[in-house]
């Protein structure tokens, strides 16, 4: 007779690999434009001091943020004289170290397995002096992650990362997190595609993701023409908006965003692209601000926005 516990399993597995199938989207992610979260408008910056608690980390925070901001290049790093000027503290807790051993039993069987918990957390409150004033804030980051093994504890102890690993990726993601607080950047987004029932749609996703946006719109456009479907019609809307947004098009994504809300106003998906274009308008405009540059499709043409009665 067939275990119980392996039939749930994969009834569990199947329904899994169902659900996955089942998805209306397809995620592509693209680079885009952000503003400084603290909605900063400098163009240099001085490191100043560093401290740790523990006297550790900080020179390693400081060349995390400095890599963060040369990779950008919207603000630059200078030896003293920056318009702003930054200060942090770090401040470390001790690093937690768990390990056990656990029984199971199974009928006339007994198996063991041998596990590791490491913790580890780091703050850091920093300040930035700047002619307008000043800002700052406390930033949190843990590590916190477990390790296991049926053969001995050595092993799952062998799997762990050092300590100098778990420091420095906790110092990479707080850095990453304190340079996009004070300066424009570039950061990936995942814009979902809808890939409806037309296979088309499908194919025409597969374009953007390999870079060929032309032919992606080709067949896109190719979809909203022919297909006799509405659902199908808005998706191709919908995706063609996408195209438009990643290019910096926001007048014609927000069009192809709302036609595709009107056509199909079951799908939510169309909607929320509608408020996040809003957005992306605004933070676009504010990063176009930071970084001195103009563009001609920052914002939305008032003829396209909805009315307040819609």
């Known amino acids: 007779m067939a275990n119980p516990k392996i039939i749930f399993s994969l009834h569990i597995t199947l329904l899994l690999l169902l659900l996955q199938g089942c998805s209306s989207t ?3 992610s693209r680079e885009i434009n952000y503003p400084s979260a603290k909605g900063l408008n400098i163009h240099s910056i001085t490191l100043d001091r560093f401290s740790s608690n523990q006297n550790s980390g900080a020179d390693t925070l400081r060349q995390q943020i400095i890599a963060n901001l040369n990779r950008d290049q919207f603000v630059s790093v200078v030896p003293e004289g920056g318009e702003g000027v930054l200060t942090a503290r770090l401040q470390w807790d001790d690093l937690r170290h768990d390990s056990w051993r ?5 009928k006339d069987r007994i198996s063991y397995s041998y596990h590791l918990k490491l913790q580890r957390s780091l703050t850091v409150n920093y300040r930035l002096t700047t002619p307008d004033g000043e800002v700052g804030d406390a930033i949190s980051d843990t590590f ?4 296991q093994s049926s053969e001995s504890q050595r092993q799952a102890n062998s799997k762990a990362p050092t300590n100098n690993e778990i420091d420095l990726q906790l110092l990479r993601h707080i850095a990453t997190r304190i340079a996009r607080d004070i300066a424009p950047h570039r950061a990936a987004y995942a814009f979902e595609f809808h890939k409806g029932k037309d296979d088309n749609l499908e194919l025409g996703i597969r374009y953007v993701e390999k870079g060929r946006n032309e032919q992606a719109e080709a067949i896109f456009q190719q979809v909203l023409q022919r297909s006799p ?5 808005a998706a191709a809307l919908y ?4 195209l438009q947004e990643i290019a910096g098009r926001y007048n014609e994504a927000f069009v192809h965003y709302r036609d595709a809300n009107q056509m199909n106003l079951k799908e939510t998906l169309y909607l929320d692209a509608l408020s996040r274009i809003e957005r ?3 933070e676009e405009a ?3 601000k930071q970084t001195q540059q103009v563009s001609p499709n920052s914002d939305i043409d008032e003829r396209h926005k909805p009315a307040e009665n819609e």
Not at 102 to 106: A, N, S, T, V
Request: charged share 40%; hydrophobic share 25%; aromatic share 12%.
């Open 26 to 28: 397809i995620s592509v």
């Open 102 to 106: 656990e029984e199971h039993r199974y």
């Open 144 to 147: 916190s992650e477990e390790y």
């Open 229 to 233: 479907k509405n659902e199908d019609r």
């Open 239 to 242: 995706n063609l908006g996408l």
């Open 280 to 282: 992306r308008v605004d």
């Open 286 to 288: 504010m990063f176009q």
